[in-house]
């Protein structure tokens, strides 16, 4: 599975939106982005994922270069409890089912203060 | 539906001591994952299982095993503790496949003296 690069922390005033970035400069053609959260020490969280397309759920939207090497995470209205360390993922998510083991493999991620 | 479920929430040990944690899950996923995060870092992949009977060794599996005897239990087993094993213990789950979504329990804190 391809590395990513985040940044360590970042803040985000209460109300704004936040942007968190994430590059994946390796991903190859079917490895897909994945991102999750992790509140104060909780299981972390599903967000959103993406292949090479713009993505948006209740949660969140994520942009996705057309190179595909980065990626953007925006929470469009962040609040106080959006506090959380940010985790950008970056894998296999193909038709192979023998050889996918969904393994998620965790970097350090980015830290987001939402301050009021 | 509890989703995944841990037990216990919290251990204390001491060196030498053994110790098996459980990770149930009510939503007949066939993937279940045992990760360890230490302070200050993301998880890391501890154990994994794509099916009942079946487990595989991910990136930290020394000094733990695994068994998977029923689908929705994955239990983690520490032999004999060390001061090294000190961490928060998270177990997660998801479809066959791992197309899906992983879903995390909330965690077993685990102390070794």
């Known amino acids: 599975d391809a590395k990513t690069t985040q940044p360590t922390s970042m803040d985000c005033a209460e109300g704004r939106a936040a942007n968190l970035p994430c590059n994946h400069s390796?991903?190859?053609?079917?490895?897909?982005v994945y991102w999750y959260r992790q509140i104060h020490s909780q299981g972390p969280q599903y967000i959103i994922h993406?292949?090479?397309n713009n993505e948006t759920n209740e949660m969140a939207s994520l942009i996705i270069t057309e190179d595909r090497k980065s990626s953007t995470l925006i929470l469009p209205h962040a609040t106080l409890r959006d506090t959380a360390v940010y985790y950008c993922?970056?894998?296999?998510?193909?038709?192979?089912?023998?050889?996918?083991?969904?393994?998620?493999?965790f970097g350090q991620g980015t830290t987001l203060q939402v301050k009021p | 539906n509890a989703g995944v479920t841990q037990t216990p929430k919290f251990r204390v040990l001491k060196t030498g001591q053994s110790m098996t944690l459980l990770c149930a899950q009510d939503m007949n996923h066939e993937y279940m994952y045992w990760y360890r995060q230490d302070p200050g870092m993301g998880l890391r992949l501890i154990h994994y299982?794509?099916?009942?009977?079946?487990?595989a060794k991910g990136e930290v599996p020394d000094g733990y095993n695994v068994s998977r005897l029923k689908k929705q239990n994955f239990l983690l087993g520490l032999e004999s503790a060390a001061p090294s094993q000190t961490s928060v213990y998270f177990c997660?789950?998801?479809?066959?496949?791992?197309?899906?979504?992983?879903?995390f329990g909330p965690g077993t804190r685990l102390l070794v003296l």
């Open positions: 299982s794509v099916g009942e009977g079946t487990t």
């Open positions: 390796t991903i190859s053609g079917n490895e897909y």
């Open positions: 997660a789950s998801t479809l066959a496949g791992g197309l899906g979504t992983q879903y």
């Open positions: 993922i970056v894998r296999v998510a193909g038709p192979d089912y023998s050889s996918n083991t969904g393994k998620l493999i």
């Open positions: 993406g292949l090479k």
